[in-house]
């Protein structure tokens, strides 16, 4: 087999692995969504729009080594779990873009940036410290490809949701900008309900199965 499917018998493993899906699917759709909105919806100069979106990964490098840090005090899915609801709370501000002033963007690409700032890190560590050193390799390639899964579907099903509501006409026109910001906002809503999905289970683990040792597979 390509991948130790034994390693899936761990409920916090799949949990793990499942939130680092989710916060790599929240993040392209969101990049993809903000950059599209502000170019065809608020006619925003293409060079203003890049400065824009570099304000998430800025303030990603930024928190990712204090989040590293932490997760040596604190546990990582505590962290992991705070650090989807940052990712829930833009989530909700992109899903409301058209209805916010332009200095809530800049506020909802900063709370995404420290989300996925304050997840990465104590997440990996989470994830890899819960198998066996000979399992390293194979836990390393099912979290690398939980976060390539999370990218391939948000593209996959932002373009299936945009082909509904838009088809085959072109972004731009007056009747189609509404359009748009159906899909954006249904493609958002999909974002939030799995970001609250990914933080409860988070929690989820660090409650259920710290109080019952002898539960740890499922």
Known sequence: PIFNFKLLKDAKYVIGNYAA???????TIAITVLSLHLQYILDVEEIVVSFI???????????????????????????????MMFICVSSV?????????????????????IGNGLFSAPN????????????????????STSKD??????????????SIFIGGQQLGLDHIDHLFIQ???????ICLLLNL????????????YDYAPNENTV
Do not use: H
């Not at 899906?21 to 993040?27: A, K």
């Not at 990603?60 to 779990?81: A, C, E, P, Q, V």
């Not at 999370?150 to 299936?160: D, E, H, N, P």
């Open 21 to 27: 899906m989710v916060t790599y699917f929240t993040t």
């Open 53 to 83: 979106l570099l304000i998430a990964p800025i303030i990603m490098i930024w928190t990712s080594d204090f989040s590293g840090r932490l997760s040596n005090r604190i546990d990582s899915r505590l962290i992991s779990g705070v650090a």
């Open 93 to 113: 501000l992109f899903f409301f873009v058209d209805f916010i002033s332009f200095n809530f963007i800049f506020v909802a690409c900063a709370l995404q940036g």
């Open 124 to 143: 990996n560590k989470y994830v890899l410290t819960l198998v066996d050193e000979e399992d390293l390799p194979d836990a390393s390639s099912v979290l």
């Open 149 to 162: 899964l999370g990218r391939i579907l948000s593209a996959g099903i932002f373009t299936v949701i945009l």
């Open 183 to 189: 899909s954006a906002n249904l493609m958002m809503f």
């Open 197 to 208: 999905s990914a933080a409860i289970l988070l929690f989820y683990s660090k409650f259920r």
